[in-house]
């Protein structure tokens, strides 16, 4: 190693050793903090990564990443925003094996506001050859999934190890789906699990239910799996998703009409309208990860509109997808009145931003 | 319009449908209009009769299960095109015609067979991603106003005997993806006719024809494909390497082109057993200096990224410097072992390996340029040893 790779690594190390020392400081405005536990028992050493989106073949970076101290606890400074934590941590068993222990918290996201969010502890688990929990082969469960007495195939089960998701989001530790017949059956460590089975008339493994769409948590959760059982389950009923319900929830997600706005055009650099366009509102400066408003697309005339909860400074932009990196081919584009993207919104108001100018990326 | 269209069909027999979600297996025959989109669930198979015509009008048909479709004509107004989902290889569109669409056919994973479709007045004709494997053979994509064939997101379908015409931006995109073959295609008077571009998209492009357009093919940000034994001939410029890009190019015959190739900032591509023939410049380099790379390229980048990426600096996927690093850089690309026709070859005799021919335009012909308010060397080209006779067989 030559004299000038050791500066740049001094450097490196440096920046590194500031950065984590910024992340844990206490006295950062907002931030989350928690404890990792394997077999219920503190976590020391363990790695916790802080992500900005959800995937679980995440191609980024981790936003931010801090170990565990002795008592298996964190604390990471963060702006505000929506977070996806997960912990790790590689180590050597006593019998010279190396095992990868991992899991995603089950609350996954969370919001930071301003303070210090607490996130409630939760397990690793250790992570087999495919990824997956170590199953035992002689252990496991299975059932036949229904609908209105009819058996469903090519329905995805769903096992969580940790209910304060929900049983929805990636947080599942396993899924399977039945077969022609509506069966299943699934190899697991010994433990209690939580079961939700759904079946999407598009056969995707996940995304949001839309009507049509058929869903239900099992009856009978939590099982307890004994080491050594097959358990069998009880008939595993799946219910529609209902066009009512669906319907209101998308009215009060990020769409939701409120008596705060934004409006205005969406332009290309010839000032013609662009249309497929959605505008995204942003708390942080830096405008990454998940906005907390966006607007439908825009129509052929360009026109937007973004309904926003509450008052405050928003980082406006444009883009004619959402997550994601970017890709060429896509409309790209900021609100420039200011060069950090800003705008002030008095709640209660609505706001004409002119046009947002966009460019094709190539 | 749209109203206009609708009391037309009307007046024809044709009964609009409304909100169709396809539960089981359907056939399709005759004219079809629909004004909101057609779901068709997995397991179920929705065959559309040969002559039909299919209309939409600001939907889109969205298959999860299997779609047969044989002389088809899928068409309409602001309208979404169609949307395979994870179809397998019992999906087949054949001989069908798919215009006016956002994007005519996007393909989301899966491995559905397409032959002998036409893609035209499209945005984008055809979009293959989230990994799509199959194959693409004897298609046409024409007069698409952005992308004819639009590849990217680790897909690996092969392209097979398409033709590419007057698509107004590129004909094809290559965009992180590695077709597994692709040859025997022709791309005749687009703007580009072929794109290669970004850090990982390493395809082997071989046996293409490349006719009349603005360029042939460009190699762009940091892509390192191969390309081989390709025709290339009339364009504006043939092959145009750019930002850092590495291609290895052999076995090509570059002719008649007003530059055949375009060597451009901080590239150093292998250019060796190549024919150039008859092009007004037969090799170009351009804003192209090692000193420049190592002082100003990699801030160069940070810059560019900062600024047109997507709102603050989250961009492209991620290319370290490293990734991008050239290999060696020496003032100098290495155009070595090409034919460069019995009048370039004399002359090379004539002038010696360090002379200055006139169809190469390099460092010897123009010492620096200016970026930023400095002056950079332009670097040279090294075309000693070329070869003495051609390399590559005449085509048809």
Redesign the interface.
Known sequence: MNSKMIKYLYITLTLLSLGLLCACSPNGEGGLSGQMLFQDQPLASAQVEIYLKADKDR???PFAVVVTDVAGRYQVSLPQGSYFVIGKKRETTDDGRTRMLMAESPANPHQVAKGVSSIPSFNLHEMGREGLPMADAATGLSGQITYQGEPV??AFVYIYTETDSGLVGPSYGEAVQSDKSGYFSIDLPAGRYSLVARKR????RSGALSP?DLNAPYSGNPVKVRRGERLSLAEFSLAGVDAEIYAQRQADGVFAKTDTRLFGLVLDAEDQPVS?VYVFA?LD????GKPVHMSVPTG?DGKFALYLSDGGTY?I?A?SAFGG??????W?G?FDDQPD?RVAVTRGTETDLGSIIV?E?? | MRRCLFILLLLFGVQPASAL?V?QDTLWTGERFFTEDV?V???VTLTVAPGSVIHFSGSRL?V??RLLARDVEFSGE?WGGLLL??NDATTLLSDCVINGA?TGLLVQGGAPRLERLTFSGNK?GLELRGKAAGKVSNCRFIDNS??GL?L?DDSTTSVVGCWFENNH?YGA?L?HAQPKEFYDNVFVKNATGLII?YHGTDPVVSNNRFEANEIAIQVDRAARPVIRDNLLRGNQTGLYVYRRSDPLVTGNRIEENRVGLLVAYSSYPQIEGNDFLANELALKLEFQSSLWETERGAEARIGETSA???????????VTEDDRRAKGMAGAVKVVGNWWGDVGTAELVKIGPTGNPSFIHDGKDQATFVDVGETFPLDKVIFAPWSESAVTEVKP
């Open positions: 191609s980024v970076q195939s090519r008339v598009d056969g995707s049509g497929d942003y400066s830096r405008m990454v052929e980082y932009g883009r990196p970017l890709e060429p081919g896509e790209v900021t993207h460019k990326f190539w | 979600v539960d779901r669930l997995s397991e969205e999860s299960g602001n989902k994870g956002s984008v952005k992308v639009f990217k931006r995109y965009y571009a047109r990426s997507a709102f603050a600096g989250q961009g492209m996927r991620s």
